[in-house]
Structures are given as C-alpha cells and as structure tokens.
C-alpha cells in the first residue's frame, strides 16, 4: 500500500471494502427491511464461530474510495447497514457524512471493541467477551444483540444489558451452529425474562446473502 493510500484509510476517505449487496436486514430490530449492506473487511477480535472469517485480514480487501461506495451504495436503497469485519476500526466519519449527506439511513452492526466514529441513525451492538465494547457504543446502542452459544451466555448477556441505556432493545440472537440447542433454552429464558426478544438470522432460512 502507497503511502497516500494509507493516509486516505487513516482519514476514512478510503476504506477496505469487502463486499456490497442489496438484500433483507435479517436480524433484530430492523428485520424483514430491504437495505444495502456495505461490508468492510478487518477484524482482531477473534470470536471462533464468527460466520465472516474472511473479512478478518484487512489487507485481502481492497481500499476504496468511500465517495465511490456511496455513489454505489445509493442506486440501491435509502436505508444501508455498514457491517464488516469490525467497522469501527476505521473512522466512520467520512463515510457516515457522506451517507447522510445523501439522505440516507445509516445503520451500523458492531462489537464496539472500538471508540465510536460517524454519526448513526441506528447503532447494533453485539458484544463480545474477547474484546468488550468501549464506553461511548454502550451509551449510543439501539439494540443489543447479544450471541447464545451456550448456557454461560445468559450471564454475559445480562451484564451487557445492564451496561446499556434504558431505551436499549434487548435481543438474544442463537449462535447458529448451536441452533437447534440453544433456540428451546432461548425461547425457555426468555418466556420467563420477557425483557428479552428473540432475534434469529432469518436471512439465513431465506437463502439470501
Ligand atoms: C459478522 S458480525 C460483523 C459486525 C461486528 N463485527 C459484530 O460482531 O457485531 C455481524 C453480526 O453477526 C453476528 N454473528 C456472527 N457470526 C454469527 C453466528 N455464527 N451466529 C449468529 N450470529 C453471528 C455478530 O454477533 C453480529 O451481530
Ligand atoms: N441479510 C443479512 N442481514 C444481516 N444483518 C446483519 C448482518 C451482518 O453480517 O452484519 C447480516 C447479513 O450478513 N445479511
Ligand atoms: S467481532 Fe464480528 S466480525 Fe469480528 S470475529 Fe466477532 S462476529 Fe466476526
Ligand atoms: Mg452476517
């Protein structure tokens, strides 16, 4: 990488970009809506039933120009949802500008591990244990999804939840190799913790990206 490219990625005016698709939102609170994921590569977080490894190693992604994945990223949708890898090991300034700028939606899907950048109309937390989220995204979050891959975590989630702002909508989303296991113990908890929703990746039983 040149070293005027790394200075555009330093100043969000570049990002490596992974992938970009138009499809369902097919988790939490916003599922079922039609939205333009903008997925950018890089992630040190490490969780091992992470359903994107590919995204992990930043340098297999191609810098991009953020003014040309927003010129993209408008033909498509006016609600977009910026996933990764960890986005917020960019700075989302830049981008999230950009976005509303053009009078879009601009949701973003995050393990916090990472101070929060950009301005959002909607903030997904989901923590993890490896790298637990930074003050300022449990201050800003929407929703909180947090991942059952097994009994330990009712706990973790719970200690997430009472991190978060009261206005925050709680959501126990199965880990989905461990589905078929976890969702009876998820449907059980949450029957008797009615705090909590249910979130499944509904994406994945429609056959959509
Ligand atoms: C791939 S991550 C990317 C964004 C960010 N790194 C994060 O973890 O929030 C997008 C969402 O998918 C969830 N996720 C990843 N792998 C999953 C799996 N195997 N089962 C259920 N949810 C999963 C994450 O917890 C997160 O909510
Ligand atoms: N359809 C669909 N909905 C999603 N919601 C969050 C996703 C993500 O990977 O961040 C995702 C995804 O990959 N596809
Ligand atoms: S934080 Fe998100 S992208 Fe990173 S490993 Fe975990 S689930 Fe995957
Ligand atoms: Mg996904």
Redesign the pocket.
């Known amino acids: 990488m040149t070293e005027e490219v790394k200075d555009l990625v330093n100043k969000g005016e570049m990002l490596p970009l992974m992938e970009e698709f138009y499809t369902i939102q097919g988790?939490g609170f916003h599922k079922g809506t039609a939205a333009y994921f903008i997925r950018l590569g890089g992630?040190d977080?490490g969780?091992h039933?992470?359903?994107?490894k590919e995204?992990w190693n930043a340098e297999l992604h191609p810098p991009t120009l953020t003014k040309d994945i927003v010129a993209q990223a408008k033909k498509y949708s006016d609600t977009i949802v910026v996933?990764?890898?960890?986005?917020l090991m960019w700075d989302m300034t830049a981008l999230t500008t950009q976005l509303k700028a053009e009078g879009m939606q601009v949701h973003i899907?995050?393990?916090g591990a990472y101070e929060l950048s950009g301005t959002w109309d909607w903030v997904?937390?989901?923590p993890?244990k490896l790298k637990l989220p930074t003050q300022g995204v449990y201050d800003v979050a929407n929703e909180l999804?947090t991942?059952i891959y097994n009994k330990d975590d009712f706990k973790f989630a719970e200690e997430q939840a009472a991190r978060v702002g009261k206005d925050c909508i709680l959501y126990m989303?199965?880990?989905?190799?461990k589905s078929d296991k976890m969702i009876p113990e998820i449907v059980d908890y949450v029957m008797k913790n009615p705090k909590w929703k249910v979130s499944l990746?509904t994406h994945k039983y429609l056959n959509i990206p």
């Open positions: 988790e992630c977080v969780c039933w992470c359903d994107v995204s996933t990764g890898g960890e986005p899907e995050t393990s997904c937390l989901s993890k999804k991942i989303q199965p880990e989905w190799s990746q």
